[in-house]
Nanobody, 116 residues
Framework: QVQPVESGGGLVQAGGSLRLSCAVS????????MGWYRQAPGKQREWVAT???????AYADSVKGRFTISRDNAKNTVYLEMDSLKPEDTAVYYC??????????WGQGTQVTVSS
């Protein structure tokens, strides 16, 4: 059974930093692009960042220059370094494959709350 475990969230003041981790069990992640997504209260889940198999990355405009996605294939883990956090970054953060036909059931996510 494929299971992602997101962690590292918390409460932080605006301007602060957090590092999220997503450890995936049950399937290898090294051969496909992985992404971070987030869902704020009352809103649909949105894409945040992608890391491809050879470390090329892409970011939503709202986080570009502030967030950094990385991966450790040996640990089957994806990371999201978040700096200069803003209240609008408040959401539950999830990881998954980017290609929809590969996606596994969404995990519990990790809550990020940024206070102003």
């Amino acid at each position: 059974q494929v299971q992602p475990v997101e962690s590292g969230g918390g409460l932080v003041q605006a301007g602060g930093s957090l590092r999220l981790s997503c450890a995936v069990s049950g399937i290898g992640i090294s051969t496909s692009a992985m992404g971070w997504y987030r869902q704020a209260p009352g809103k649909q889940r949105e894409w945040v960042a992608t890391i491809h198999t050879r470390t090329a990355t892409a970011y939503a405009d709202s986080v570009k220059g502030r967030f950094t996605i990385s991966r450790d294939n040996a640990k089957n883990t994806v990371y999201l370094e978040m700096d200069s956090l803003k209240p609008e970054d408040t959401a539950v953060y999830y990881c998954n494959f980017v290609l929809t036909y590969l996606q596994f059931p969404w995990g519990q996510g990790t809550q990020v709350t940024v206070s102003s």
